[in-house]
Nanobody, 115 residues
């Protein structure tokens, strides 16, 4: 059973920064594609950023040049560094893993950006 535990969310003023972490209890983390999604109230869950097992990353247009996804395979952790945060970044952020043909989700961490 894969478990994903997010941390690092909180309340920040516009223009500020936060770093989210996701710790994964998965046997073959280095073979797992990882991602961050978010869901704002009344909206669908959307992809924020993802990083492949090989380290290739891609981002939603709305966060390019502000957010950076990275992974630490020995620590089985994926990070999302968020800078120049905007009120529209307010959402619950979910960690996602795709491993051996199955998809897993974390419980989510709240990020609130005040104007």
């Amino acid at each position: 059973q894969v478990q994903l535990v997010e941390s690092g969310g909180g309340l920040v003023q516009a223009g500020g920064s936060l770093r989210l972490s996701c710790s994964a209890s998965v046997t073959f983390f280095s073979l797992t594609d990882m991602g961050w999604y978010r869901q704002a109230p009344g909206k669908q869950r959307e992809l924020v950023a993802r990083i492949s097992r090989g380290g290739s990353a891609d981002y939603a247009d709305s966060v390019k040049d502000r957010f950076t996804i990275s992974r630490d395979n020995p620590k089985k952790t994926v990070y999302l560094q968020m800078k120049i945060l905007k009120p529209e970044d307010t959402a619950v952020y979910f960690c996602n893993a795709y491993s051996l043909g199955r998809e897993y989700w974390g419980q989510g961490t709240q990020v609130t950006v005040s104007s």
